[in-house]
């Protein structure tokens, strides 16, 4: 699995915009932002929309921030829009939904999971000179706090020395 410190693949996938609509996402397309990229094993489930969810309800902070956040998972883009005009809490998400349907995403960042064959839940915290900062992976069944995540990229831009459970606006360690 590709960790800190190492360079995000480039890709080049399809997305469920914002708009309902279909366009191509590349590693280019948010160039000078900080992205946030999540993963979630499968669409028509039980706890990847919780996460969905909760990620575009805080999409405006990371947006504050510089920050573009991307839903990824292994289904089609065609899955992606039959599954948010069919789940209320997705009618309205305010980021794109991308499509690793061929796993080149996944497979390069090493979060195919070897007995489910999909994305394992993981989330990334990738730099503008596109470095990973942050990652995070949780059991397929267990369900990520993206404050956490908005926690950790809060803390990473300050660009100093952080203490555990800091948050925006508490000191920094002065080493």
């Known amino acids: 699995m590709l ?7 480039d890709f080049k996938l399809t997305a469920v915009d914002t708009n309902k609509a279909f366009k191509e996402v590349t590693g280019k397309s948010y160039k000078g932002k900080w ?11 039980f706890v990847c929309p919780t996460e969905i969810v909760a ?6 902070e990371f947006a ?8 990824v998972s292994t289904d089609s ?13 997705l009618k309205n998400l305010t980021f794109p939904m991308l499509s690793d349907v061929k796993r080149d995403l996944s497979t ?14 993981a989330a990334y915290l990738v730099d503008p000179e596109g470095t990973i900062r942050f990652v995070m992976v ?11 995540v908005l926690r950790v990229l809060d803390a990473l831009q300050t660009g100093e020395l952080c203490p555990a459970s800091w948050q925006k606006g508490q000191k920094v360690i002065k080493a």
């Open 35 to 45: 992205l946030v990229v999540f993963f979630w094993p499968k669409d028509f489930t």
């Open 64 to 71: 504050q921030r510089g920050a573009q956040v991307l839903g």
């Open 138 to 148: 949780t059991d397929l069944g267990t369900g990520r706090n993206p404050a956490e």
């Open 77 to 89: 883009e065609y899955v992606h829009l039959a599954w948010r005009e069919h789940h209320p809490g």
């Open 55 to 60: 990620f575009s309800e805080i999409e405006k």
């Open 3 to 9: 960790g800190v410190g190492e360079k995000f693949p």
């Open 108 to 121: 390069a960042l090493g979060i195919i999971d070897p007995n489910a064959g999909v994305a394992q839940r």
